[in-house]
């Protein structure tokens, strides 16, 4: 089982490298953002509840979060060879309850893959995708809220996984394959996974 968190800044690139990596490695991918977006979608109660964050950049509860991520943990996830984390966790609570959920699971987080990209291009890149795709949180005012929240509430768990020596930084900028070619290569050396394809 190798369990993945892919870490990084709001369109830093780990919907993009999350794609090659279920393919290359086998794993099942959770998207927290992506479970939050279908429940809008289909007007569930908990869409309701977490568009009235999303829309304003802001996380939405801790409590909450882990409940879900537990729940996909023990039902779409179970028996899976290991997970990819996309978006989650986001805060130092939410690290701790991943731990835990792992633990209890005997098992661990293996590596957490780190995007480093400037505010700049994130913003750029962001600004492209809601021109292209509708996005409703890619307009300037949440984007402005969402790389603000990154810094404060997100970005401490980069100092929080490089103590625990499971970090891997990654440049970010640049062309696709060219970084995922640097996420294989920062795996290889962290966990001794090799991807199936070349
Ligand atoms: P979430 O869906 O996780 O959004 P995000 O972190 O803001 O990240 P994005 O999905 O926007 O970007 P990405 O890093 O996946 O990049 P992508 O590959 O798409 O969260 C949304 C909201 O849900 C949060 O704001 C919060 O409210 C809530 N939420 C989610 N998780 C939560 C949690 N754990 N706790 C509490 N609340 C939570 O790429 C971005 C764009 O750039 C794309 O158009 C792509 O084509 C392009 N691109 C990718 N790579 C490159 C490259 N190398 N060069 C140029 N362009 C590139
Ligand atoms: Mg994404």
Redesign the pocket.
């Known amino acids: 089982m190798m369990n993945i968190i892919l870490f990084?800044?709001?369109?830093?690139?780990?919907?993009?490298?999350?794609a090659r990596l279920i393919d290359n490695y086998g794993l099942y991918h959770i998207?927290?953002?992506?479970i939050?977006?279908d429940h809008i979608k289909r007007g569930t109660d908990l869409g309701r509840t977490?568009d009235s964050?999303?829309s304003k950049?802001?996380?939405?509860?801790?409590d909450l979060?882990i409940s879900i991520i537990e729940h996909t943990l023990d039902t779409e996830a179970k028996d899976k060879k290991g997970v990819i984390f996309?978006?989650?966790?986001?805060?130092i609570p939410?690290a701790e309850a991943l731990a835990d959920l792992l633990k209890r699971r005997n098992s661990d987080v293996h590596a957490v893959i780190g995007?480093e990209v400037p505010d700049e291009?994130l913003t750029a890149?962001?600004l492209?995708?809601g021109k292209?795709?509708g996005?409703a949180?890619?307009n300037p005012e949440t984007i402005e809220k969402?790389l603000k929240?990154?810094h404060e509430q997100t970005q401490p768990l980069r100092e929080h996984y490089i103590k625990k020596g499971q970090y891997i930084p990654i440049d970010?900028?640049?062309?696709?394959d060219d970084?995922f070619h640097s996420i294989r290569e920062g795996l290889r050396e962290k966990t001794g996974a090799e991807a199936s394809k070349s």
């Open positions: 990084g800044g709001p369109g830093s690139g780990k919907g993009t490298q999350s998207s927290s953002g992506e939050l977006r977490a964050y999303i950049g802001h996380l939405i509860p801790d979060m996309d978006g989650f966790p986001r805060t939410q995007l291009e890149r962001m492209n995708r292209e795709t996005r949180d890619d969402r929240v990154y970010g900028t640049g062309q696709v970084i």
